[in-house]
């Protein structure tokens, strides 16, 4: 078959790929904390007809300048997380807390395994547990009581609360936050939440304020780092560059159509 064929189908997977990371980010701009995805690509295998840099002779003085190469098309390698830090929201909701910094915090699943999250949109359960949208347990637990009438969350991680008769806020404990050599490698599972993998290697946690780890802001939430411009303008990109390929599959075919056709 001809191998423009082949070239050009590997072009429309790479761009279906590509189009199909775009929409994920779209569909995720108003997700808290969500971080946008690139997709990546690598070139495939060469057939070498020539090597460059070959004896181009009996001369062991003369080498070929150049190669000829063909290239086999591209392949999607993965979506590489970009970590940058997102807008701030401010909700003024007072179990709403916003990372200023690199950190994640860490949560419980329901086998009890930790998972790590920017979304730091928590709510209280029947116990007064804080916990997740989804119902999460925030590690360290912080429990507050149910009478509290007023809950402050301070840049370094402490929870206080204020109760009944009591004009000073009682200390109920400190949140803490997760920070890896390379979050690009954790492993995203849904639910705004992320596992550790090989890749990122291990966490490191420590209290807000600390090295990387990000100060606390109460009061407000991170959007989602993606920037619908740049989304858009890439679709197009993809769109365009599929139509493309999809032309240089009809050229190809146009050409097997000519000889048949007259030879």
């Known amino acids: 078959m001809n191998r423009a064929l ?42 070498n007809v020539r090597q460059p840099g070959a004896q181009a002779n009996q001369d062991e003085s003369s080498t070929l ?3 000829l190469q063909l290239g086999t098309g591209v392949k999607a390698i993965g979506v590489q997380k970009i970590h ?6 401010v909700t003024d909701n007072q179990l709403d807390v916003m ?28 116990n007064g547990d804080l916990v997740t949208s989804a119902g999460h347990l925030v590690e360290p637990n912080i429990n507050i009581p149910l009478n509290s009438t007023e809950v402050f969350i301070a840049s370094d ?10 004009p000073t806020p009682a200390q109920l404990g400190q949140l803490q936050l997760a920070t890896f050599i390379n979050p690009a490698g954790l492993d995203s599972i849904g639910q705004n939440y992320y596992k550790e993998s090989l890749a990122s290697g291990t966490p490191n946690v ?3 304020q600390t090295e990387e780890a990000g100060s606390l802001l109460q009061g407000a939430l991170e959007s989602s780092n993606v920037n619908t411009v740049e989304e858009l303008i890439g679709m197009i990109e993809a769109q365009r560059t599929y139509e ?20």
């Open 6 to 47: 082949y070239v050009a189908k590997t072009g429309l997977e790479a761009q279906d790929f590509r189009l199909a990371a775009i929409s994920n980010n779209l569909a995720n701009a108003n997700t808290y904390g969500y971080k946008a995805g690139r997709a990546e690509f690598n070139d495939l295998l060469y057939q």
């Open 157 to 166: 991680g402490t929870v206080s609360a204020k109760l009944p008769g009591d």
């Open 65 to 67: 300048p150049s190669g």
């Open 244 to 263: 493309m390929n999809s032309k240089a599959i009809k050229a190809a075919d146009g050409m097997m159509s000519y000889l048949n056709n007259n030879v």
């Open 206 to 208: 420590k209290a807000p």
């Open 84 to 89: 940058t830090q997102g807008n701030a929201m």
């Open 99 to 126: 990372i200023q910094g690199n950190g994640f915090f860490q949560v419980l699943d329901q086998d009890g395994n930790i998972n790590y999250t920017r979304d730091g949109s928590f709510q209280v359960n029947q």
